[in-house]
Each structure stands twice: as C-alpha cells, then as structure tokens.
Nanobody, 124 residues
Framework: QVQLAESGGGSVQSGGSLRLSCATSGSAGRRQCMGWFRQVPGKQMEGVAVFDQDGSTSYLESVKGRFTIAEGNALNTVHLQMNSLKPEDTAVYYC??????????????????WGLGTEVTVSS
C-alpha cells in the first residue's frame, strides 16, 4: 500500500518562504509522477505543481516564478519550495502520486494516492 506524508507547512507573512516535503512509502521501484495540490474550503482541489515520470515539471500559472518542485534524494520524494508567498496561497497543501501524468490538472483524477495534507497560512 502506497502512503504519502507531507511536512513543512506553517504560518508566514506575505513575502515569506516555506518548503514542503512529501515522502512516499510502498511505491513502485521506478519514478512515479508526483504532484502538489491545494484546497481551500468550498473550492475545488487545485493543481499547483507536477514532477512527472520523465522528470519534467509544470506549474499553475499563478505560482510560476515563485514555486519550485524538485526531486528529493529518495525515490518518489518531492519538495515544493515556495517563495514570495501571498495571502491567496493560503490553503491545505496535498501531495499525490500516480504512475503517469500529463501536467498540472485540477481535481482528484487520475491521481492514485494522496497524503493527508499540510496547512499553509500566509498573512498580509
């Protein structure tokens, strides 16, 4: 059974930085597609950044130039470096994985496994 665990959330002021991490256990012995999502109450799960099975990255337009997704040292671990944070970045951030993906998408499909989320709060 694949399990994902996010860490690194917290509260920062506008303009600050946070680094989120996602660790995977029980995954296949090859690179999977790893994605970061976020959700605020009453809104759809929003795709933020993806590190795909081929090592390519893609981002939500509003975070380009501010957020960077990168592989960790262990297989199927990813980090999300978030700089120049804005109040509108406030959300619960989730990590998800699937064998193959095709860039940033919204919603739960086709992602197979999800973490429990880590909260990010950006104050003005």
């Amino acid at each position: 059974q694949v399990q994902l665990a996010e860490s690194g959330g917290g509260s920062v002021q506008s303009g600050g930085s946070l680094r989120l991490s996602c660790a995977t256990s029980g995954s296949a012995g090859r690179r999977q597609c790893m994605g970061w999502f976020r959700q605020v109450p009453g809104k759809q799960m929003e795709g933020v950044a993806v590190f795909d099975q081929d090592g390519s990255t893609s981002y939500l337009e509003s975070v380009k130039g501010r957020f960077t997704i990168a592989e960790g040292n262990a297989l199927n671990t990813v980090h999300l470096q978030m700089n120049s944070l804005k109040p509108e970045d406030t959300a619960v951030y989730y990590c998800a994985t699937v064998a193959h993906c095709f860039g940033v998408t919204n919603g739960y499909y086709p992602w197979s496994y999800w973490g429990l989320g880590t909260e990010v709060t950006v104050s003005s």
